[in-house]
């Protein structure tokens, strides 16, 4: 497989900026440039808002049929060409080869789903006080948007801004990436093969930074989208709303999974283990503080750091490969500050812990014991393979440690007791909770946030909405 060079995507063209500037592309399972992609300026940024500007007018006056028909060309193509791609995305982001592909046929879903929706954005009929009167509110595009996502998923995080703009017939530009841009642009051009007119959807990469404070103000964008961290949410969020947009903000977690000793200790050991570990643990949902009933404590922990010390840690490439390196160098230090950090406060470190090598990113699987709460692995998302197990007595205690932060994403249970159930239910403080299996991110489900984990949802019923104005019309005949 040879890594391609990625350009930026604007006005149906692929192009290098305008200036020529670039950006390596590192792979980091070698830490070696694989490629380049192109770095966008300012001047590019204006052909792209002018472009989107005018693929707005273009897709929100297509048929919604059109649309739908358009949509379900690009999953094909996507479903066609996953097996490429997920060399692609493996190289660039580490990611084990099969996790490259589930994430790929899964974004096809993605955009199935949303252009079935697209059909679906129903106004109302509002009964009238008056006879003659007729009320209704109408669904219509709320304009072009901007879109950020981050490199954890580079398809995935993509695909679903793009899929749920263009279903409410938006036109788009895209921030994806720098340090996974080619395949985002293997998804672009699925959309483009499939017959997306010229403008409607748009590619950049470049500073990050820049390039938000550019578009969020600009008066062409009318919405934003932004997959990252909580403290740049927030930064993007006060802008969006010193301009007055609509935003939806996807940003951090700090999930905890409850565990009580009326569960199956050896299942649940077994489901969280490679959940944990799932794309080296960057992942918003992925279980970080686990909280263990006292009296199967020591069966869990036992389990669980045997199977950290079985998961194969190796380059994506390798179908043997259960965990590949992380993503960025800047997580290597960030673990480690963390780790350092919770033992000196009297944290247990069980196993891993450390880099492993020095060529590539790879990183230990990690299991932390007894860890104080004012630890800052405690606190702060620790976006790596590592696992905090602490232990509980009671349930109001473990709910307390649950909704302590102010983060509320994702959140698991494990427990065989339906009073229990109904108490986690109606208690946890968490946008997805998830009882006794893994069941989230389905494009059909709710996913977002509460708390400092974000705005809106960006699955489900109402995930198209938050690209939608209501209008309301009254009317006397
Ligand atoms: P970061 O906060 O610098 O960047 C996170 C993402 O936001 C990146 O994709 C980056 O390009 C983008 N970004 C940063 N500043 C921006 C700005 N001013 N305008 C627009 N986009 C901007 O952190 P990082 O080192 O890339 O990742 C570390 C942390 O980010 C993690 O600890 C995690 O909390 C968070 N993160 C979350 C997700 C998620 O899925 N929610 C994904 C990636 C990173």
Redesign the pocket.
């Known amino acids: 497989m040879s890594y391609p060079n990625t350009e930026l995507f604007i006005n149906g063209t692929w192009t290098p900026a305008e200036d020529g500037r670039t950006l390596p592309v590192i792979d980091p399972a070698t830490a070696s440039e694989v490629g380049r992609v192109a770095h966008a300026s300012i001047s590019d940024l204006d052909l792209a808002l002018e472009a989107v500007s005018e693929g707005f007018k273009v897709w929100s006056a297509t048929g919604v049929f059109d649309r739908y028909k358009l949509m379900r060309r690009a999953a094909d193509l996507l479903r066609e060409r996953c097996d490429p791609i997920a060399d692609i995305m493996t190289t660039e982001q580490g990611k084990p080869i099969a996790q490259s592909r589930v994430e790929i046929l899964a974004a096809a879903d993605v955009i199935d789903w949303f252009a079935e929706e697209a059909r679906r954005t129903y106004g109302q009929v509002i009964p009238s006080r008056q006879a003659g009167v007729t009320q209704i509110t109408v669904k219509q595009p709320v304009g072009p948007v901007a879109a950020?996502?981050?490199?954890?998923?580079p398809i995935n995080?993509m695909v679903r801004k793009m899929s749920a703009a263009l279903a409410a017939g938006c036109s788009i530009i895209v921030?994806a990436?720098?340090e996974t841009p080619a395949s985002p642009a293997e998804l672009m051009r699925c959309f483009a093969d499939a017959g997306l007119p010229a403008g409607v959807a748009n590619l950049v990469y470049g500073d990050?930074?820049e390039?938000?404070?550019y578009l969020i103000p600009h008066p062409v964008i009318r919405k934003i989208s932004?997959?990252?961290?909580?403290?740049?949410g927030k930064?993007?969020a006060a802008l969006a709303g010193a301009h007055m947009k609509k935003s939806t903000m996807?940003?951090?977690?700090h999930a905890p999974v409850l565990v009580f000793e009326d569960a199956d200790i050896d299942k649940t050991v077994a489901m969280m283990a490679t959940h944990k570990f799932r794309n080296a643990g960057?992942?918003?949902v992925s279980p970080t503080r686990f909280l263990v009933q006292d009296s199967v404590a020591t069966q869990f922990i036992e389990g669980f750091t045997k199977a950290a010390q079985s998961v194969r840690v190796g380059p994506g490439t390798d179908p043997e490969t259960e965990m590949g390196p992380l993503a960025?160098d800047?997580?290597i230090p960030?673990l480690e500050r963390m780790i350092e950090d919770a033992v000196s406060r009297g944290a247990t470190l069980v196993t891993g812990g450390k880099r492993i090598g020095n060529t590539g990113w790879f990183f230990e699987p990690t299991v932390l014991c007894d860890v104080p709460t004012n630890a800052a692995i405690m606190n702060?998302?620790?976006?790596g393979p590592i696992a905090v197990i602490n232990r509980f007595d009671t349930t109001d205690a473990a709910l307390q440690e649950a909704n302590r932060l102010p983060f509320g994403l994702a959140s698991y249970a494990f427990t065989t007791s339906s009073e229990t159930v109904t108490r986690l239910q109606n208690e946890v403080r968490a946008g997805m909770l998830t009882i006794n299996h893994l069941g989230l991110a389905l494009p059909e489900v709710p996913f977002g946030g509460i708390g400092d984990s974000g705005i809106g949802t960006e699955g489900g019923s109402d995930a198209i909405e938050s690209y939608l104005d209501t209008r309301f019309v009254t009317r006397m005949d």
Not at 148 to 153: L, M, Q, S
Not at 250 to 253: K, P, S, V
Not at 380 to 383: A, S, T
Request: glycine content about 10%; some cysteine.
């Open positions: 950020f996502t981050p490199w954890n998923f995080q921030k990436p720098e990050p930074a390039i938000s404070g932004f997959t990252g961290s909580t403290p740049v930064q993007l996807e940003l951090g977690g960057q992942v918003c960025n800047r997580r960030a702060d998302e620790p976006f």
